[in-house]
C-alpha cells in the first residue's frame, strides 16, 4: 500500500501529479521541482540502503543544514527506517543519553556536528553504522558518494498505516526528553493541516531551521502535501525573514507571537514588502489583543490563525481569529477528524469550566518509547491528556489557560500570566511582557501566596518607568492581577529553538533572574 508510506504519499504523490511544479526553494541558491526533489530523495534512500540501513531500523539523525534534513527524513521513510529526530541544539550529555535510550543501530549526520559527533561516538557501543551527510567523514559512510552513483527510481517501499515511523522528542525541563512514537498514519493525519487553511493559486511557506524534530511533520511534510512551495532557510529571525519573505513572496508561515514581538519591536521592518504575506500560523504560547493588534497594523492583508497541539498531538485545534469567526484568546475548534474535549479531575467532560485538555486523533501518538508507566499516564482511552488547563464552550471553541505550574495564586485567586502580559502589551511603548509569581513566604512554609513580577522590554525609541506603568496597570487590571514589581530589562529569556528568532518564553527564568527582589 504505497499510499500509506509517508514519503510516497508526501512527495511521490506530487511528484506524479504535479511533476514540473516547484516543490522546494534551498536558501536562495537551489530549487527543485517534486520531480527533481522525489529523484534526489530516492538516491537517498538508495544509498541509504547501501550503507546498511534495513525496514525497522532506529537511525539516529543528527542534523542541521535544512536540506540534509528533508531529504534524509524523507528518505527513510520510504525504506522504513525509524528516524529518532535528535536535537542539534542539546548539551553533548543529552544527545548522549537519548542515543543510548533509543536502541539506535544507525547514526547519520551533517559537518555542521562533526565535532560534537566525533564526542560522543566512543561511549555510544551499540551504534554500529556512522553515516555522514555532506561530505566524507572518519570511519563513515560517505552518503553524498553512494547517492551519486544510485538510482532514482523507487526504491522498495517498506513501512506504512501503523508502523514506526520516527521519534520526535519533548522539550522537558527535568530529565531526557522523553521519545514521542508517531507511525506514519499519524503524521500523515498531521501532514493535513494545510487543507484546513485557504491556499491560493501559487502558495509559498517560509521556514527555517526548527524543521528537525516534530517541526518536521508540521512543517515540511504539509507544504509539500498540501502542494506548497516549501522556503527553506537555515535562519529564520526576524533579519532574515526581512530578506526572505520579498525575495521569495512568501505567502505563509507558522511561528509564535513572541517572534513578531521581536520583529515589530524594531524599527527595521518599516519599509519592508511583507505584502505577499496571506496566512499567519501562531501557537506555542497565548496571542494576546495588543500584539494582534500591531500585526493586523503592519500586515492588514494576512489572515491570522491561532492553533493549539503539542508534540503527542500536534496541530489539533485550529481558527481564525482576526475576522471575529473564532474568539481572540482560544485556539479554534478540532481540526476535521480530530476531537478536544475538558474534563474534571472525575474524568467526567465539562463545558465552560477549567479543566484538563484532552486531545484525540489520527494525529496522535502511540506512546513514550520505552516508557510504559508514563505512556499510562498520559494516554485515557482514544484521549491523550497533557497537563494543560483550558476551557471548551458550546460550540467546541477551547481557550487554553496554561499550565498549571505556570499559575499565578495571589489572594486566594489563579491568574494565568497572560491575563497580566496582555494589560501591559497595550501600553504605550512596551514591545514585550512576562509575569511570574514569587513565593510570598519562605520555602517550607505552607502558604502558597504568591507576588506578581512583571519583567517588560522597551519597544525601539521608548524608554519605560516601571512606576508609570504601575499607575497605569492599577486602572485595567483588579487587586490580585497587580504587579507587586516590575523590571524594565534589555531582553526576555526565551528557548533557542534554531529558528534565529526567540523561542517560546521562559517564566521560570524570569523567576530566576528577577525573583530576589521579591524574596520574603
Not at 509539500?224 to 526581512?242: C, H, I, K, S
Not at 489557560?401 to 495564586?409: H, K, T, Y
Request: charged share 20%; aromatic share 6%; proline share 7%.
Amino acid at each position: 500500500m504505497p499510499y500509506g508510506n509517508y514519503g510516497h504519499a508526501i512527495l511521490t504523490a506530487g511528484a506524479m501529479r504535479s511533476p514540473d511544479r516547484v516543490a522546494l526553494t534551498y536558501c536562495g541558491e537551489r530549487s527543485f521541482t517534486y520531480d527533481e526533489l522525489n529523484r534526489a530523495v530516492n538516491r537517498r534512500a538508495h544509498a541509504l540502503l547501501a550503507a546498511g540501513v534495513t525496514p525497522g531500523l532506529r537511525v539516529a539523525a543528527l542534523l542541521n543544514e535544512t536540506l540534509h534534513v528533508a531529504e534524509v527524513y524523507l528518505a527513510q521513510a520510504k525504506v522504513g527506517a525509524v528516524t529518532a529526530a535528535l536535537n542539534p541544539y542539546w548539551p553533548v550529555e543529552t544527545l548522549r543519553g537519548v542515543v543510548e535510550q533509543s536502541g539506535c543501530a544507525a547514526f547519520v549526520y551533517d559537518s555542521t556536528v562533526e565535532q560534537v559527533v566525533a564526542s560522543i561516538r566512543p561511549s555510544l557501543p551499540g551504534v554500529t553504522t556512522w553515516i555522514k551527510v555532506g561530505g566524507p567523514g572518519a570511519d563513515s559512510v560517505d552518503l553524498d558518494a553512494l547517492a551519486s552513483e544510485a538510482s532514482e527510481e523507487e526504491p522498495p517501499l517498506r513501512g506504512s498505516h501503523d508502523d514506526p515511523l520516527a521519534l520526535y522528542y519533548t522539550s522537558g525541563t527535568t530529565g531526557l526528553p522523553k521519545a514521542v512514537m508517531h507511525t506514519h498514519a499519524s503524521s500523515l493525519a498531521t501532514a493535513r493541516i494545510w487543507l484546513d487553511v485557504p491556499r491560493g493559486p501559487d502558495p509559498v511557506f517560509g521556514t527555517g531551521a526548527i524543521i528537525w524534530g516534530i517541526g518536521f511533520p508540521a512543517i515540511v511534510g504539509p507544504a509539500l502535501y498540501g502542494g506548497m512551495r516549501l522556503v527553506l532557510e537555515q535562519d529564520w529571525g526576524p533579519a532574515n525573514f526581512l530578506r526572505v519573505v520579498p525575495r521569495e513572496r512568501v505567502t505563509h508561515v507558522s511561528q509564535i507571537p513572541s517572534f513578531y514581538a521581536a520583529l515589530l519591536g524594531s524599527s527595521e521592518h518599516e519599509g519592508v514588502d511583507l505584502s505577499s504575506i496571506r496566512v499567519i500560523m501562531l501557537g506555542g504560547e497565548p496571542l494576546t489583543s495588543a500584539m494582534l493588534d500591531r500585526i493586523k497594523a503592519r500586515l492588514p492583508e494576512a489572515g491570522v490563525y491561532s492553533y493549539y497541539g503539542q508534540t503527542e498531538a500536534p496541530y489539533t485545534c485550529m481558527g481564525r481569529v482576526d475576522d471575529g469567526s473564532t474568539p481572540l484568546g482560544s485556539s479554534g475548534r478540532a481540526r476535521t477528524g480530530n476531537a478536544v474535549r475538558v474534563t474534571d479531575p472525575s474524568g467526567r467532560r465539562v463545558v465552560d469550566e477549567v479543566g484538563e485538555i484532552n486531545l484525540a486523533g489520527p494525529h496522535r501518538m502511540t506512546g513514550y518509547d520505552g516508557l510504559p508507566d508514563k505512556t499510562a499516564e498520559v494516554l485515557r482511552g482514544d484521549w491523550y491528556v497533557g497537563g494543560d488547563l483550558g476551557t471548551l464552550s458550546p460550540d467546541g471553541v477551547l481557550r487554553v489557560l496554561g499550565r498549571r505550574e505556570d499559575a499565578i495564586l495571589r489572594s486566594g485567586v489563579w491568574t494565568q500570566p497572560v491575563a497580566i502580559e496582555e494589560a501591559a502589551l497595550a501600553l504605550d511603548g512596551v514591545a514585550e511582557a512576562g509575569a511570574v509569581g514569587v513565593p510570598a513566604h519562605e520555602e517550607g512554609q505552607e502558604a502558597a501566596e504568591q507576588r506578581v513580577l512583571l519583567a517588560v522590554v522597551a519597544r525601539s525609541g521608548h524608554t519605560l518607568d516601571p512606576s508609570k506603568l504601575a499607575l497605569a496597570l492599577a486602572d485595567r487590571l483588579p487587586p490580585h492581577r497587580r504587579p507587586d514589581r516590575i523590571v524594565v530589562t534589555d531582553a526576555l529569556p526565551h528557548s533557542a529553538d534554531a529558528s534565529g528568532g526567540p523561542g517560546k518564553l521562559l517564566r521560570r527564568e524570569i523567576r530566576e533572574l528577577h525573583g530576589h527582589l521579591l524574596a520574603p
